[in-house]
C-alpha cells in the first residue's frame, strides 16, 4: 500500500462497460470541482500499451467508467493473443504521478478470492475476447483480457 | 463417574466430532474418568483440542500402508452387516469395525456408554452388556433418518437406558416412536464453551451469516434475500463465513443478481468470534438443522437474529420479537421483510441483541454439563435398584 492511492469502493462490470467509484486517499491539494481526470489501462507485459478513458472527480470523489470495447479492439487491432492483464491507475490534472487503483482501507485482506466480478465478453473480428475486473494479491485493482474460444 | 463415549471417529471435523469432544473436555475437567473411543482413526491427532484428562482409545485404525494390514484391508472392502444400509455413513462402516465394535462393547463392564450416532446408538442397544448405563445421543433429529433406519430405531432404542435429543420438537417424536419403551427420554442441547465474545457492532452495516457452503444451509435463499435488501438499503453488506461445495454456484449467484459489492464469500475462518463481532445482525437461512449452534454463538455476542423457522433448533433457541425475529422457512419474502425490519429500527436491534445475550446463557456450558451429570446419576442410581 502506498501513502498516495485511489481507494476503490465499487465495481459494476454490466452492460457492457466497467464502472469504478472511490476516492482519492493522501493526495496532496484537491482538485477543483468538476476537474476532468484520466483512468489508465496498462498492458503488464507491454508497458508503452496505455488505454485511457476520463475521469471526474469531485472533492476526493472519483469516477471513471469504460467500455469492455475499449479492452476488446485494443486486444483485437494489434493482434495480441493469450491471457492480458492491465493495470489501473487515476491521473490527476497537473500531477505526474498517476495513483494506483486498489482497496487497502478495509478488513478483508484476501479480496482475489473473496472480492470477485463477472467477466464482459466483447465481440471482435478476430474473435469474442471477456475482459474481468479482479484485485492483485496486492489489493490493487487490475483486469483480466482472454480470448474466448468457443 | 467412568464415562466413555463413543465415537465414529474423533479424527474428522464436523458438528458432532466438535460437540462431543466438547463434551469429554468439560466432563474430563470436572473429575470425571473419561474415556473417548474412536471407532476409525484417519489421522495421527485430533483436529479439535482434546484435554489431556480424557484417555483416548481406537477401535479400527486406519493409517498405515494396506500391505502391512492385509487381513485388516480385507476387511475394510467387505460393506458392514450390522449397519443398516440406510444409516448415512454406512459406507464408512465395513466388516473390521463391526468385529471391533461388537468385541468392545462386549468387553465392557459397568459404567456409562454414551453413543453418538444411529449406527453406535443400535449396536449399543443390541449388544452392550445390561450393566451398562447406555445413553444414545440423537445429533439430527429423528424425521432426517429414512423410514428403515427409523423402523430399526424403533426396534432397538427401547433397550437404550436413555435417549437424549437437541430439541423438545425432536424428543416429542421420539416420544411418540418409543411410547411404552422404559427408555428415559431427555433434552439436552448442546453448550455454549466458554471463549471471548466480544459485543457486536450494532451501529455497523454488517449482516452475517456462516455455516458450510451446502444446499442445507439455504445461502442461496440469503442471496436472493438480501438483493430485495440492497435494492432499498444500497449501504449494507453480506458477509458468508464458511467453505464447501457450493461456492461456485452461490459465487455465480452474486455475479448474476450484480450483487458483487455487497455479498461477500469470505471462505472459512478460524476467528469466527472476531467475525461475528462486526455484524450488526446475523441471519440463519438453512433449509433444516439438527440444532443451529452457531445461532447461539452469534447471540451470545449480542447479536438480533433472523433465522428461518426451519426444523429443528431455532424454535427453540429463540424467542420470535424477543431476543430475535423467526420467518416461516424458506420464504424469501419474509426473510427480506424482517431483515429489513432491523435495518430501519436501530433500537430493536438493540433490544433484541441485548435479550439475546441474557438469553443465551442457559446454554453455558457448565449448566448443560449439570444436566449431563444429573442424567447419569439418575441412570445409575436406577441401575443400581434394577440390578
Known amino acids: 500500500m502506498t501513502s498516495r492511492h485511489a481507494e476503490v469502493e465499487q465495481v459494476w462490470p454490466r452492460d457492457g462497460r466497467v464502472l469504478v467509484m472511490g476516492r482519492i486517499v493522501g493526495a496532496a491539494p484537491a482538485p477543483p470541482p468538476g476537474t476532468t481526470a484520466i483512468l489508465t489501462l496498462t498492458n503488464r507485459d507491454r508497458p508503452g500499451l496505455v488505454l485511457s478513458c476520463p475521469a471526474t472527480v469531485d472533492g476526493d470523489r472519483f469516477e471513471a467508467a469504460f467500455p469492455v470495447e475499449l479492452v476488446v479492439s485494443a486486444v483485437a487491432s494489434r493482434r495480441i493473443d493469450g491471457r492480458q492483464v492491465w493495470d489501473l491507475h487515476l491521473t490527476l490534472p497537473g500531477d505526474p504521478e498517476p495513483l494506483r487503483l486498489g482497496r487497502h482501507l478495509d478488513d478483508i485482506s484476501d479480496k482475489k478470492k473473496v472480492m470477485t466480478f463477472p467477466a464482459q465478453t466483447g465481440e471482435a473480428p478476430t474473435g469474442a475476447v471477456s475482459v474481468k475486473p479482479y484485485y492483485t494479491v496486492m489489493q490493487n485493482l487490475s483486469l483480466i483480457s482472454r480470448p474466448v474460444h468457443a | ?387
Open chain 2, 1 to 387: 463417574m467412568k464415562l466413555r463415549y463413543l465415537i465414529m471417529n474423533a479424527y474428522g471435523v464436523g458438528g458432532t466430532i466438535r460437540t462431543v469432544i466438547n463434551q469429554v473436555n468439560v466432563m474430563a475437567a470436572t473429575d470425571h474418568d473419561v474415556e473417548l473411543i474412536s471407532v476409525f482413526q484417519t489421522r495421527d491427532r485430533p483436529r479439535f483440542p482434546v484435554d489431556p484428562r480424557v484417555r483416548m482409545r481406537t477401535l479400527a485404525d486406519l493409517r498405515g500402508p494396506r500391505w502391512r494390514h492385509p487381513a485388516r484391508h480385507w476387511l475394510r472392502r467387505r460393506p458392514s452387516l450390522l449397519v443398516p444400509p440406510t444409516e448415512v455413513r454406512y459406507a464408512t462402516f465395513n466388516r473390521l469395525s463391526d468385529q471391533k465394535i461388537v468385541r468392545f462393547l462386549r468387553s465392557l463392564d459397568g459404567g456409562v456408554l454414551v453413543t453418538t450416532r444411529p449406527a453406535l446408538n443400535l449396536l449399543s442397544a443390541r449388544y452392550a452388556p445390561e450393566n451398562v448405563v447406555r445413553v444414545g445421543q440423537e445429533h439430527m433429529y429423528l424425521r432426517s433418518h429414512k423410514p428403515e433406519l427409523v423402523a430399526e430405531i424403533a426396534r432397538w432404542y427401547p433397550r437404550l437406558d436413555a435417549v437424549v435429543s437437541l430439541t423438545d420438537a425432536d424428543l416429542g417424536e421420539y416420544a411418540a416412536l418409543l411410547d411404552g419403551a422404559r427408555t428415559r427420554l431427555a433434552t439436552i442441547p448442546n453448550g455454549l464453551t466458554p471463549a471471548d465474545r466480544p459485543p457486536a457492532a450494532l451501529d455497523g452495516r454488517i449482516i452475517v451469516a456462516a455455516g458450510r457452503l451446502t444446499r442445507q444451509k439455504g445461502f442461496d435463499l440469503l442471496i436472493k434475500a438480501f438483493a430485495e435488501v440492497v435494492a432499498e438499503h444500497p449501504d449494507w453488506r453480506l458477509r458468508i463465513y464458511g467453505d464447501g461445495r457450493e461456492h461456485g454456484s452461490l459465487r455465480r449467484l452474486i455475479h448474476r443478481l450484480h450483487l458483487y459489492n455487497h455479498a461477500f464469500l469470505m471462505g472459512g475462518t478460524t476467528s469466527l468470534e472476531q467475525e461475528l463481532a462486526k455484524g450488526a445482525m446475523f441471519v440463519l437461512s438453512s433449509r433444516y438443522e439438527g440444532f443451529g449452534m452457531v445461532l447461539i454463538e452469534a447471540m451470545a455476542h449480542g447479536l438480533p437474529v433472523v433465522s428461518f423457522d426451519c426444523p429443528h433448533g431455532p424454535a427453540d433457541i429463540v424467542t420470535h420479537g424477543r431476543d430475535g425475529l423467526l420467518v416461516p422457512p424458506e420464504d424469501v419474502g419474509a426473510l427480506t421483510a424482517a431483515m429489513k425490519v432491523l435495518i430501519g429500527d436501530p433500537s430493536l436491534r438493540h433490544a433484541l441483541g441485548e435479550a439475546a445475550r441474557t438469553s443465551v446463557r442457559r446454554y453455558d456450558m457448565d449448566g448443560i454439563r449439570l444436566a449431563w451429570e444429573r442424567l447419569f446419576t439418575e441412570l445409575h442410581a436406577g441401575a443400581a435398584r434394577a440390578g
